[in-house]
C-alpha cells in the first residue's frame, strides 16, 4: 500500500494505492467539537501501467509515472483538479525507467511546484554493431539486414532485484517548459537517490540533497557492485548539487551579483560519518535531519542499529561541508527489558513532522514488535505513542499537522486502519488516543475471522544458555523473545503440533504482526514458535553484534533453548516438532536438522544457506560470508580469491558439515532468479540428501528472486509446506 496525504481546508484527503492497479479515496474530517468522521469514496479508480503518483506539495497537482516497456519513453502525467494537464515523453536517451524501488528511488517538487527532481536509469550506452566483414563503425538499426547489435562491455549492478538496472541518476523536469535536464557535476562512480529540495532562498540558485553510494565497495575499492537490497552496510554519504538553471531562469542569473562562482557544483556534506540516507529538512528549512546505519558500516553486519543525525542548514541557502553533524538518537548498545531498545527504522515519510516543526514521527522496531516513535530533533527525546496496552505492531502511512493515519496488526488480527491525534483533543489527560477506522480494503470473510477468533498469542522472554560466559556483554546475556501461537479452544493437556519458525537476515526480526502465510499455517492446526535469537533486530547493538563469527552455533544454541522453553511450558510435544525458515532462517533449519537430527520431524527450507563455501563465489554479498563466518575481522578478510584455509572455515560453519546426521524429510522451496543465495546452494544440498536416502522434495520457482514473494509463487510455497507438514506431524 502506498499512500499520501493532503491537506485541504478543515479535512484531510488521503490517497490510498492498494493492489491491483486500484486507488481509493478517503477523506478525514476534522469537527469544530473535535469529532473526526471518515468518508471513503464508492469506487475505487483504476490506474493501469501506474508505476506511482507522487502529489504536489500545496495537493492541487499530481506526478504520475508510467515506465514503459523496454525501449519505450518514460511517460510523466501532470494532473490537476479533474484532469490531465501535461504528459511529457522522455526518450531513452535522455533516460531510462524511473525508479521506484523504495531504496534509489526520489522523487521531489520544489516548493513553487514548476520543477520535480526525480531518479531514473541512466540513458543506455550505444551498442556495437557486427555484419558479416565484422564490426561496424557507426550505428546500427536492429532491422538492418546482415548487421546485429553486439551487446558492449558487461557492468556491474546491484545484485538481487536489480538485475538489467542501469545505474541510477538524477534528472530535474520543468513541468512549463517540458524541459529535463540531468545534474552534472555528480561522479560516475555515484549511484544517487533519495533526492529532496532544499529549502526555498532568495538566491537564483536552488539546491538538491540526495543520497550518494559509491560503487568502489569491493575488495581495496575495487569497481564492484555488492547487492544492496536489505544491506545497509553499503557506505554512502549526502550530497547538495545545484538545480540546474532553465532556460527561463538564465536572464535572471545574469543579473545576480550575489551567486557564488567558486562553489563546487556538487558537495559532500556528511565526509564525517560513514552512512547517511533518508534526508529530511525540517519545516523551518534550518535543519537537515537524517538516519545513519554506521554501525552497519564500520562492522560490516547486513544491518545494525540506527542513530539519528541533524545539521544545520545555512540560512543563504548555499551547502558547504564544514556543517557539524549533531547526535539526535545515538546507537542504544544495551537497554534494560522496557526501555527504548534503540533506532530501527525501515523507512521515513517524506513529510514525518508534527506541527511544532521539530518532531518526527518515525516507526521503529521495539524487540519483537513495530511500534510508532516521537522524537523531538532537538532535544533529542523519544517518546512511543503507539499504544503500550497490547502486543501489536505498529506502522505510520501518512500525517498531517498533528493527525496521523497508521496501521496495526498481530499475528491474529489482521491489518486495522488507526487514526491518532494527541490526546488532548480527545478530551483525555495525556498521551495520544487512537481510534479504528473502518475501510472497505479491510473486509474479511467471516470464516477468515472467525478462524483467527480461535487463535491467542504471547510474546515470550527466553533466557540466554550460556549465560554464565565471562565474554559475553551484558547485552549478549539479555534474554531474547520468541512469539508464540496457537489454538485458544486447545484441550488441557494435550498440544498441536508445532512449527518453529526462523526470520532469515541474520540480523532482522520476526514482528508480531499479521502475516497471511503463518495464519494460514496456524489455521491447519499448527502451533507456532516464532523466535528472534540473538543478533536479531530491535534488542540493542550488544545483543546484534554478539552473533557474527558465531553463526551455526549461538543461533543453534538459541533456537533448541526456546524450543526446551516451550516443552517445559507444556506448550510443546517434543515429538511433534517441525522447523521452517528461509535465507538465513534456512542456514538454520539445515543446521538443526544436523546438529539435532532426532529434535524435527518434518522441516522445510526457503532457499536456504547451505554451503558457505559455494556461496561466497556466487552470490552477490560475499562480504556477508566473511563476518558472519569471522565476525568483525572478516570485514579485513573479504577477497574475490578465499584461500583454502577460508574455504575450510566457510565449510565448518555450514549446514553441510553436518549432512552426514541427517534424517529429518526436508522439502527445499528455491528462486531460479535468486542472485543473494543462488539456486545451486539449496540443490547441492537437497541432493546430497537424496544421496544418503533421505525423503527430500524439492519445488524451483524459475521467475522468482530470493524473497519468493511473488503472490502465485508465495502462495503455491506455503500451500506446499502445509502439506508437507501434514504428511508428517498430523
Keep these: 500500500m502506498r499512500l499520501n496525504l493532503n491537506y485541504f481546508n478543515n479535512s484531510l484527503l488521503y490517497l490510498v494505492s492498494i493492489r ?35 502529489p504536489s506539495p500545496s495537493g492541487l497537482k499530481m506526478l504520475v509515472v508510467r515506465n514503459q516497456e523496454k525501449g519505450s519513453p518514460t511517460q510523466l502525467e501532470i494532473w490537476g483538479a479533474s484532469h490531465l494537464q501535461k504528459e511529457i515523453h522522455v526518450p531513452n ?46 550505428a546500427s538499426s536492429e532491422k538492418d539486414y546482415g548487421s546485429w547489435k553486439g551487446q558492449g562491455d558487461w557492468e556491474e549492478d546491484w545484485g538481487e532485484t536489480y538485475v538489467g538496472k542501469r545505474q541510477p541518476a538524477l534528472f530535474v523536469l520543468n513541468i512549463v517548459s517540458e524541459e529535463v535536464h540531468g545534474i552534472k557535476g555528480i561522479s560516475k562512480s555515484l549511484s544517487v537517490g533519495q533526492v529532496v529540495w532544499s529549502p526555498t532562498t532568495n538566491r537564483v540558485h536552488q539546491y538538491l540533497v540526495f543520497v550518494g553510494w559509491s560503487s568502489n565497495c569491493g575488495p581495496l575499492q575495487s569497481g564492484r557492485k ?15 548539487a545545484r538545480a540546474p538553471i532553465f532556460e527561463s531562469d538564465a536572464d535572471a542569473l545574469q543579473t545576480k551579483d550575489e551567486v557564488a562562482k567558486d562553489l563546487d557544483p556538487v558537495v559532500n556534506l556528511t565526509q564525517g560519518i560513514s552512512s547517511a540516507y533518508f534526508p529530511r529538512f525540517s519545516p523551518d528549512g534550518r535543519h537537515l535531519v537524517f538516519l545513519s546505519s554506521k554501525n552497519a558500516v564500520d562492522s560490516g553486519a547486513h544491518c545494525a542499529t540506527d542513530s539519528l543525525h541533524r545539521m544545520e542548514w545555512p540560512t543563504n541557502g548555499a551547502s558547504h561541508q564544514s556543517t557539524r553533524i549533531v547526535d539526535v538518537v545515538p546507537v542504544v548498545m544495551f537497554a534494560e527489558d522496557g526501555s527504548f531498545p534503540g533506532l530501527y527504522c525501515s523507512s521515513i515519510l517524506s513529510k514525518p513532522w508534527l506541527s511544532d516543526g521539530c518532531t518526527m514521527i518515525v516507526p521503529s522496531y521495539w524487540r519483537s514488535t513495530q511500534v510508532i516513535l516521537s522524537i523531538n530533533v532537538l532535544s533529542g527525546k523519544v517518546s512511543r505513542i503507539s499504544t503500550t496496552n497490547s502486543s501489536s505492531s505498529w506502522n505510520v502511512l501518512a500525517l498531517d499537522g498533528d493527525h496521523i493515519l497508521a496501521v496495526s496488526s ?51 522472554k527466553i533466557p540466554v544458555s550460556d549465560a554464565s560466559e565471562e565474554n559475553l556483554t551484558k547485552g549478549a546475556k539479555s534474554p531474547y523473545e520468541a512469539i508464540f501461537v496457537s489454538s485458544n479452544t486447545q484441550k488441557t493437556g494435550t498440544c498441536n503440533p508445532l512449527i518453529v519458525v526462523l526470520h532469515g537476515g541474520p540480523h532482522s526480526v520476526s514482528l508480531t504482526s499479521f502475516s497471511k502465510s503463518l495464519a494460514f499455517l496456524s489455521s491447519l492446526g499448527y502451533s507456532l514458535l516464532i523466535v528472534n535469537y540473538r543478533g536479531s533486530l530491535g534488542f540493542g547493538e550488544e545483543a546484534l553484534q554478539s552473533l557474527p563469527g558465531k553463526v551455526g552455533s549461538q543461533d ?36 538443526l536438522i544436523g546438529q539435532a537430527p532426532h529434535r524435527f520431524v518434518a522441516a522445510a527450507a526457503r532457499n536456504p544457506v547451505c554451503n558457505l563455501a559455494l556461496m561466497v ?75 544418503k536416502g533421505v525423503e527430500v522434495k524439492v519445488i524451483v520457482f524459475p521467475d ?21 507438514f501434514k504428511k508428517y506431524l498430523l
Excluded at 473535535?34 to 501506474?50: D, K, L, R, Y
Excluded at 488480527?413 to 489527560?429: F, H, T, W
Excluded at 516438532?577 to 543446521?591: E, K, N, R, W, Y
Design 410 to 460: 498481530s499475528p491474529i488480527d489482521p491489518p486495522q486502519l488507526k487514526y491518532g491525534c494527541p490526546i488532548e483533543e480527545v478530551n483525555a489527560s495525556a498521551g495520544w488516543g487512537w481510534i479504528d477506522i473502518s475501510s472497505p480494503t479491510s473486509r474479511y470473510p467471516e470464516k477468515v475471522l472467525s478462524l483467527l477468533a480461535s487463535l491467542k498469542f504471547s510474546v515470550l
Design 20 to 54: 491491483h492497479g486500484y486507488l481509493s479515496l478517503m477523506m478525514v474530517f476534522k469537527e469544530s467539537n473535535h469529532s473526526v468522521n471518515f468518508q471513503w469514496a464508492p469506487f475505487p479508480i483504476e490506474m493501469t501501467g501506474v508505476s506511482t503518483i507522487v
Design 617 to 691: 563465489g556466487t552470490t552477490d554479498i560475499p562480504d556477508w560470508c566473511y563476518v558472519e563466518a569471522y565476525g568483525g575481522e572478516g570485514k579485513t578478510y573479504y577477497t574475490e580469491a578465499p584461500s583454502i584455509e577460508q574455504l575450510d572455515i566457510f565449510h565448518s560453519k555450514s549446514p553441510i558439515s553436518h549432512i552426514s546426521k541427517v534424517k529429518t524429510p526436508t522439502l527445499f522451496l528455491l528462486g531460479a532468479q535468486d542472485l543473494r543465495v543462488p539456486v545451486s546452494n539449496g540443490l547441492q544440498y537437497a541432493r546430497a540428501l537424496k544421496e
Design 226 to 240: 555488492l547487492g544492496i537490497k536489505y544491506c545497509y552496510n553499503r557506505p554512502c554519504a549526502l550530497y547538495a
Design 556 to 591: 543453534v544454541k538459541d533456537v533448541l533453548a526456546a524450543i526446551d522453553c516451550a516443552i517445559e511450558m507444556g506448550i510443546a510435544d517434543p515429538s511433534k516438532i517441525a522447523v521452517l525458515g528461509g535465507s538465513h532462517g534456512g542456514f538454520l533449519t539445515t543446521h
Design 93 to 138: 536517451s535522455v533516460h531510462g525507467p524511473v525508479y521506484t524501488d523504495g531504496w534509489f528511488e526520489g522523487i521531489s517538487w520544489n516548493s513553487d511546484e514548476t520543477l520535480i527532481a526525480y531518479v531514473a536509469e541512466e540513458p543506455s550506452p550505444s551498442k556495437p554493431g557486427f555484419d558479416k566483414s565484422g564490426y561496424k563503425k557507426g
Design 704 to 724: 522468482d528472486v530470493h524473497g519468493i514473494d511473488r503472490p502465485q509463487s508465495d502462495f503455491e510455497s506455503f500451500l506446499n509446506i502445509g502439506v508437507w
